[in-house]
């Protein structure tokens, strides 16, 4: 099937809102090529789903490509028009399955060696995109913040060294109730720009006591799914002709009820986007389901890129030694053993990736990032009025810290 | 390149050996090609299936050793039997189970346990052409960079080690030339595609971009040659060196190693 024979009836199975986009721009969706009209119906087949940063985003794109001319078109998709495809490609029912095409797609790519120049297509149109829809600026400067070294009570290392250049480092920061004046610092935040999941906090280990305004997700709430996924995993892995591929396929597939989650109370609905979210963290993120660094990074890379928030405080935790596969993969093993120092380590480069992560985002030249040596004197402070490559010796607590920074 | 090496020079089945560390490396040894194939290739051997079978699958005290995949964690199915690998232990390695098994219980990881199988093979073999395959890297997949960093150190010290091993054997010293080469780049920091040091699937030049590392007699030392070339000009270069033709390889031999 070819992206001009497209028709309502073949999104059937989308989701509502989904299936109100995709039915709104069905003309758009036909006038482009075959090699990229499904990535973009994987983004829209989750839009019920999605943050509103994102669903905001698919909406900006949509209507550009319908206001562009067709002779405009045709030149803007030229890459993608050009790259060759298969006959058992253009068979696929891609509408209906937008992502198992595109694996297919990616083994197709690369088998006949057209990796290049689809990526060449695929940063075209987005600088394309970028340059016709700007990003919005976000109404406050971004803040995120790391949390770093949970349990560790020394550690002789320089920390910091790839932010170094480019903020200010305390070395005589005052410790004391640190995460609760963190944790304060952004729940104000909060309550002074109030948006839907615009103020994260993530926990690598057990949340603290945080604000209701802020969305938070931590590993420890996730432990339920987490060994309802493992379980599923080993028993799928040990099923005859099951191989790596068929196990992310379907890893893909699985939803909130597939892990038992279904977090709703009295004074709580269930958020569907969230638990989404999360489960995604679970099936798509590598190593997230053992070890607890990889989940805090992974998340935060995550919320940045879709959820585009205001804020973000991310607290490593502790992750459990390395184990044999096999071990790790058994929910039922006793309570593992921790490396709070490899965990520092882990948390270190991590808070690096927090930043890039947050420097991608629009606004990046106004937003400030302060992490933390949790329980210790150390902390690394980058915002534009932070001198770069410079060390203070000034006592502070980190609510000061945190003021000169912001 | 095995079958290469064997047809072209009519090398019997025990010149030509892989010791691979997954058991998802099970068919490394030999193509399907209708020209070379079956009964042309490497013999394998695969440490982790060698400790299973020496131990019937019983003991914990070798779990450390036997971890497989590092990939969300994605598996390679269990191959069925033991009686092969027992006869490889025994007949080929000259070790006895209980051997095996006590210098095992030494050992801190899988590639440790490839290598010193590797060693083994050296001296009591001493194929022309042996290729082992490092895995305890592949723990940068999981995302924890400690534990990444330790595996880095530890491949660097067991290729060292691999080279001593190369010099004190009188089989392979002064007439040996070892090439390392890590099989893929990582994903660059800056690439918003990637996440780091984790993966290597952006497809960015970082991604597809290493080194190699070759030592041996006629190869001028201490010198860092900064052209590009193919992992593909590998085979080609093995058959300049060793006399095979690679008829079907898309590469060209490094003339710097020549």
Redesign the interface.
Known sequence: MLPRELKPVQFAGYPPEARKVVTNYLVTLQQLPLSFVPGLLRELIEYDFKFPAERKAREKELAYLRSVSTPQMEEIFQGFARIRLSPQLEQFDWAKAPAQFIEQLSAHLWSTHQ??AF?QASTDYADRLRAAVPPEVPPVPRLGITVIGQGVASYGEPLFRKLRPHGAYFSRVKPEDGLKRLLDAIAARSKAHPAPYAHWYIDGGEEADYAPELTCVSYRALEPARAALLRR?QSE?DRPGMG?EA??TL?AQMRPADLGMNRESISKPVDEVLERFEVSLLTE???????S??FA??AA?EAL?RAQPLTLLVRFAP?QR????????SPSAARPAF?P???L??AD??S??NW??QQ?LPGAEQSSFLVWFEGHNQALAIGPSMPRGTESTSVADLEQVLAWTV | MFEYFRKDLKRPPSDAWVVAPSNGFNRIGESSHRSYGPGLGARVILPKRLLTAATSGRSNDYQHLLRDNYETPYFAPELAGSEFELQQLEMILKLSVDDFKNHAQTLSSPDELSLYVARQLMRQVAPSLLWITMHDIDIAHAGAYSLYVEGIRRTDRLCSDLWKTIQSEPEYAGKTTLFILPDFGRDSDEDAGGNGFQHHRTGDALSRTTWMLAAGPGIREGVAFDRAVDSTDLVPTLGSMLGFVPSFAQGKPIGELL
């Open positions: 990796l290049d990526r995993m892995i790596p196990l992310r890893l993120g590598s190593g997230t389901q053992i070890f660094t990889s990074q992974w890379r890129r992750r390395q184990k044999p596969m096999n071990e790790l993969l490396d120092m490899g965990s380590v882990d480069l991590g690096y990736y890039l992560n991608r």
